[in-house]
Nanobody, 122 residues
Framework: VQLQASGGGLVQAGGSLRLSCAAS????????MGWFRQAPGKEREFVTGINWNGEYTYYDDSVKGRFTISRDNAKNTVFLQMRSLKPEDTAVYYC????????????????WGQGTLVTVSS
């Protein structure tokens, strides 16, 4: 499956953004999906994940209560709604497809989008 992330941009602290990740191919619904982020000078880190039908979601503690992951299998798309954004949320955000729902390990995701930059100003 090929992934294309979009929706990043510049937002003030406290604001909101919605990221989208569009997938090509008919097998999208077979995959668990995840969002990772990588800030300058830091390693890529897990943000959130969702199982194949959206029944189960997983969040890093740093975003719990502020971010919401969802998916629409009919549209081959996974979303990341981000609210109450903080400057420390600034990063390139990547969507990824894998088979282990909620896995925090990037190596367990075999397909990656190109990333979309989110910048949160203070």
């Amino acid at each position: 499956v090929q992934l294309q992330a979009s929706g990043g941009g510049l937002v003030q602290a406290g604001g909101s953004l919605r990221l989208s990740c569009a997938a090509s191919g008919r097998t999208f619904k077979n995959y668990a999906m995840g969002w990772f982020r990588q800030a300058p000078g830091k390693e890529r880190e897990f943000v959130t994940g969702i199982n194949w039908n959206g029944e189960y979601t997983y969040y890093d503690d740093s975003v719990k209560g502020r971010f919401t992951i969802s998916r629409d299998n009919a549209k081959n798309t996974v979303f990341l709604q981000m609210r109450s954004l903080k400057p420390e949320d600034t990063a390139v955000y990547y969507c990824a497809a894998g088979y282990q729902p909620g896995s925090r390990y990037a190596v367990e995701y075999g397909n990656w989008g190109q990333g979309t930059l989110v910048t949160v100003s203070s």
